[in-house]
């Protein structure tokens, strides 16, 4: 019995110094337990946690369908901005409706940019008191919430789920996480379900019908991955990865303008010189509005809404930086630290629009190391339009109002400790005023 014991353990260190080899060349890294990996630990962020990881172990450590058809819909072009100008001018209205007091930044916001995504997906637009978007807003926001939960281990483990005790998935999240995105699928199949029944093929009206026409031409053609499973999850992918991201950027940065009004001042006299008052910034005043572009750069750098990119794979064997990454490898670019790397950044902690401006108050060329979309083939396909949106709906709430902290309720500008993939504003008032 004793024999087969010591064997027994033997043969269990064996299998876990196997498992847990390491290749030789790898990174150096923290230990991790098989299968898992090395934890993080608890009561850390993740930005402290890879801050601790880049000082003990250094820099490296252990759809084309979609963007063709959305640029031809005018995607950070200036054919979509009539569309934009007019969320942009209701946005306005509703503001007017909330100032003068404390209170947290109006709904409006939310169905501005949400009307936005729907306008180039299936040609919708709801009123800001419409119940319908205020149930689509709360499932989105939902949807955001749930993802961060420990159901990601699910996701980074696809073969978990089979051997999981139910408890185990509820405890993570995984069941309120697939009942958001049943919801969300419903919705989106029902919106597809009515453009089928209108669809004329000579006048596509969004994005939506553009794919059905598409995935109907492509139907004999064996290497076609369109389907409407696809297209349902597109869509899906532009609602929760293009609206609460420009959302949440766009309260980072009334919340910043807020805390430090003098930025905020140079801002709008700029915005004062260049644009008639009665008449909205448009793109083509954008060249003139260099503080404005510095100050949206600079939150976009300082906040890192997304500190890690979207996680990729070695393809092959490769080399970098004299450590060997062998093929299948994770890889998970740490955008959060390169804006945020000493070397680039004059005052990389601060809030400091400076960093995008040159002696002259003209922008400098984009820093290489600047990466709030990400980078290369893989770079976000909604950049130009969330760049698009930023632009307009800031410059013409700042035209209009100045945003102030509440007496005696000073900002917190640390990111909401809730939020465990995201860097997210916590949720407080702010004061909104009507300029003269």
């Known amino acids: 019995m004793l024999t087969e014991a010591v064997l027994g353990v033997v043969l269990l260190v064996l299998l876990l110094t196997l498992v847990n080899r390491r290749p030789k060349g790898l990174p150096p890294g923290e230990w991790g337990w098989p299968v898992l990996g090395a934890l993080m630990p608890s009561g850390v962020t993740i930005e402290d946690h890879l801050k601790t990881l880049r000082r003990k172990y250094g820099d490296i450590f252990t759809r084309r369908f ?62 800001v008191d419409d119940r319908k978007v205020h149930e689509f807003n709360d499932l989105i926001t939902e949807l955001f919430e749930n993802f961060q939960r420990g159901s990601v281990i699910f996701d980074m483990y696809p073969w978990l789920p089979s051997i999981s005790p139910p408890f185990l998935t509820k405890y993570l999240g995984v069941d309120a996480l697939l009942e958001s995105v049943e919801k969300l699928r419903v919705y989106i199949l029902q919106v597809m379900g009515e453009h089928e029944a209108s669809l004329n093929p000579d006048k596509p009206r969004d994005y939506i019908d553009i794919y059905l026409i598409e995935m109907k031409a492509q139907q004999g053609n064996p290497e076609s991955t369109m389907s409407k499973l696809d297209l349902c999850a597109q869509v899906a992918d532009l609602f929760t990865a293009g609206s609460e991201t420009t959302n949440q950027t766009m309260r980072w940065g009334l919340l910043f303008l807020a805390k430090y009004p003098d930025v905020q001042a140079r801002v709008q006299q700029q915005i004062d010189d260049v644009v008639p008052r009665g008449t909205l910034p448009s793109l083509e005043d954008k060249p003139k509005l260099t503080q404005l572009e510095a100050v949206i750069h600079e939150i976009s750098r300082l906040v890192s809404l997304v500190p890690l990119g979207l996680s990729h794979a070695a393809a092959a064997d490769t080399q970098l930086a004299g450590f060997t990454i062998p093929k299948g490898t994770v890889i998970i670019p740490n955008q959060e630290m390169c804006h945020k790397e000493p070397t680039y950044w004059e005052k990389p902690e601060e809030f400091y629009p400076e960093h995008f401006l040159d002696s002259e108050g003209k922008l400098k060329p984009r820093k290489k190391n600047y990466l709030p979309f990400s980078i290369g083939r893989r770079v976000c396909p909604g950049e130009a339009l969330s760049r698009m949106e930023l632009y307009l709906f800031l410059s013409a709430l700042l035209q209009n109002f100045t945003f102030s902290e509440p007496e005696g309720e000073p900002l917190d500008l640390k990111r909401n400790p809730n939020a465990l993939f995201f860097n997210l504003p916590k949720p407080q008032n702010i004061v909104i005023t009507k300029r003269a």
Request: charged fraction near 25%; charge should be neutral.
């Open 66 to 127: 979609a963007l063709r058809q959305l640029k031809e819909l005018g995607m950070g072009k200036s054919s979509l901005m009539d569309a934009i100008q007019y969320e942009v001018t209701c946005l306005v209205d509703d503001f007017m409706k909330h100032t003068g007091r404390p209170q947290p930044i109006p709904m409006s916001l939310n169905v501005a940019i949400l009307n936005v995504i729907w306008k180039i997906t299936a040609d919708i637009r709801y009123d």
